[in-house]
């Protein structure tokens, strides 16, 4: 069982994920209304609200879109803090993990709930027209979290495969 340490890295990261998601969301929302884009670098990274009705990449599932993805986001919610609660005690690196991609999945889970718009997006990558899918600070949080979970489990699944040698 974790410590309240531990799980304070887990509350942390989930707080900071969202005020600045929230807070990055608000400035996209004032300063990009009415198809405004400004280029941050040149064409490659400009910033251009969207909102996005569907899930990751524009997926959608029809008219119930919004209220099929809000209830994927919470149970990912309840499910996330239930594996913090579980994380071995010292691994703040996983609560961390575990943390940006809460926070990250409440951030888009509020802006389902607070209007039928869609989750707000304005981060734009591309080149020309290949541009990757527009996407928002939770985002980047939901990805790098899930890519330090994935690390976070194999490295704990490479000491266990070292213990168990070590025993044989």
Request: glycine letters at 10%; one cysteine or more; aromatic letters at 10%.
């Amino acid at each position: 069982m974790p410590s309240g340490a531990d799980r304070r890295v887990f509350f942390l990261a989930g707080a900071v994920v969202l005020a600045l998601d929230a807070v990055t969301k608000y400035v996209a929302e004032a300063q990009l209304a009415g198809g405004r884009t400004i280029e941050v670098i040149g064409d490659w990274v400009r910033f251009h609200l969207v909102f996005n009705r569907g899930a990751a990449f524009g997926l959608h599932l029809g008219p119930y879109s919004r209220w099929i993805f809000l209830v994927i986001a919470v149970v990912a919610v309840v499910l996330l803090d239930r594996f913090s609660r579980s994380t071995p005690a010292g691994d703040r690196f996983r609560q961390l993990a575990l943390g940006l991609v809460a926070g990250g999945a409440i951030g888009n889970l509020i802006d389902r709930i607070r209007t039928s718009q869609g989750v707000t997006d304005f981060i734009d990558v591309g080149i020309n027209a290949l541009r990757w899918p527009t996407f928002n600070v939770a985002d980047i949080a939901v990805s790098c979290g899930a890519i330090a979970l994935a690390l976070s489990l194999w490295r704990e699944d490479v000491r266990r495969a070292s213990a168990a040698s070590l025993t044989s």
